[in-house]
């Protein structure tokens, strides 16, 4: 059975700091990784995606991932946080046998000061 | 064009009354899914439909009945909710059913129910 953790329901970051969202997977075959975000009253834009190949996924809006087997994670992360990055996360996780059931975890909110 | 729309945008009902959402897209994609979203929580999938066939019924109760009439349309037919049915009702659509594949949401029909 596919599920994913992510740590941290909410994280603050300054305008112009790191961003590190965490996330976390159990999956019993290879998965497929997924970072969504989402605005307030809207629904679900996919950032990036990791199904094979390259370990290092760049996505939208300069936000990259990179998934490590070894640690079963896909953390994701931005050089420099803008306001515009304020939102809801969410990391999701598919598998091969799960006919395009998408697992999502329980979302982080990142806040961006000024 | 990599959007997909719902209507209404909001609705509240009775507990006796029947109404239903609508989800539409013309990216010639062939897989469609609806998900349920409570507030602060990640979504959860309800139902998948796979060339116009009902592929997944995630143990959905009966008072939702899902409708996919033709490639492009989705609906969700609603009777006799419970109040706490209200959420949030995204659609996505995919190319295809695989794993690997992008799903796109649409920005979803907030749902009350009295």
């Known amino acids: 059975a596919q599920s994913v953790t992510q740590l941290g329901s909410h994280v603050s970051v300054s305008e112009g700091a790191l961003v590190l969202l965490r996330c976390n997977y159990s999956?019993?075959?290879?998965?497929?990784l997924f970072w969504y975000v989402q605005y307030p009253n809207q629904g679900l834009q996919l950032l990036l995606k990791?199904?094979?190949?390259?370990?290092l996924v760049k996505g939208i809006n300069g936000f990259e991932a990179e998934f490590k087997k070894s640690e079963t994670s896909f953390h994701l992360t931005k050089p420099s946080a803008h306001m515009s990055d304020a939102a809801e996360y969410f990391c999701a996780v598919s598998e091969s046998t799960s006919y395009g059931k998408l697992t999502f975890g329980q979302g982080t909110i990142l806040t961006v000061h000024p | 064009d990599t959007e997909v729309t719902q209507t209404p945008k909001h609705l509240v009902m009775g507990m006796t009354n029947k109404k239903s959402l609508k989800c539409e897209q013309h990216?010639?994609?062939?897989?469609m899914y609806w998900y349920k979203q409570k507030a602060k929580k990640p979504p959860e999938l309800m139902f998948v439909y796979s060339y116009e066939k009902l592929s997944i019924n995630e143990s959905v109760p009966s008072r939702f009945s899902p409708e996919c009439p033709n490639s492009s349309l989705l609906n969700l037919h609603l009777h006799a909710l419970q109040p706490e049915d209200s959420a949030l009702y995204l659609c996505?659509?995919?190319?295809?059913?695989?794993?690997?594949?992008?799903?796109?949401f649409g920005p979803g029909t907030r749902l009350t129910v009295l």
């Open positions: 990216m010639g994609h062939r897989a």
């Open positions: 990791y199904t094979t190949g390259a370990t």
């Open positions: 996505a659509s995919s190319q295809v059913i695989p794993s690997t594949d992008t799903q796109y």
């Open positions: 999956s019993s075959v290879p998965p497929y």
